[in-house]
Nanobody
Framework: EVQLVESGGGLVQPGGSLRLSCAASGFAFSINAMSWVRQAPGKGLEWVSSISNGGRTTQYADSVKGRFTVSRDNSKNKLYLQMNSLQPEETAVYYC?????????GGQGTQVTVSS
């Protein structure tokens, strides 16, 4: 059974940073590209970033480019998203997902709230 468990969300002030983690199990994590997706209150799912299976290739939505960094540790079956300079409009539930460029969430998500 595929399981993706996100963690690391919380309340952060504007301009602050958070590091999200995603623990994967039940599938061959190391041969799959992975993505991060988010959903703000009252809005649809938004693709944020993707990373290739080996971690050498990454891609970001224009809105987060230069502030977010996706990475992975295939030895631990973990995916990460370092988020810097967070803004209130980035308040959302963040999900990890299998595949490149997907907007289909894989886990239950972790809430990120950016507020003073």
């Amino acid at each position: 059974e595929v399981q993706l468990v996100e963690s690391g969300g919380g309340l952060v002030q504007p301009g602050g940073s958070l590091r999200l983690s995603c623990a994967a199990s039940g599938f061959a994590f190391s041969i799959n590209a992975m993505s991060w997706v988010r959903q703000a209150p009252g809005k649809g799912l938004e693709w944020v970033s993707s990373i290739s299976n080996g971690g050498r290739t990454t891609q970001y939505a224009d809105s987060v480019k230069g502030r977010f960094t996706v990475s992975r540790d295939n030895s631990k079956n973990k995916l990460y998203l370092q988020m810097n300079s967070l803004q209130p409009e980035e308040t959302a539930v963040y999900y990890c997902a299998e595949g490149w460029g997907t907007t289909t969430p894989g886990g239950q998500g972790t809430q990120v709230t950016v507020s003073s």
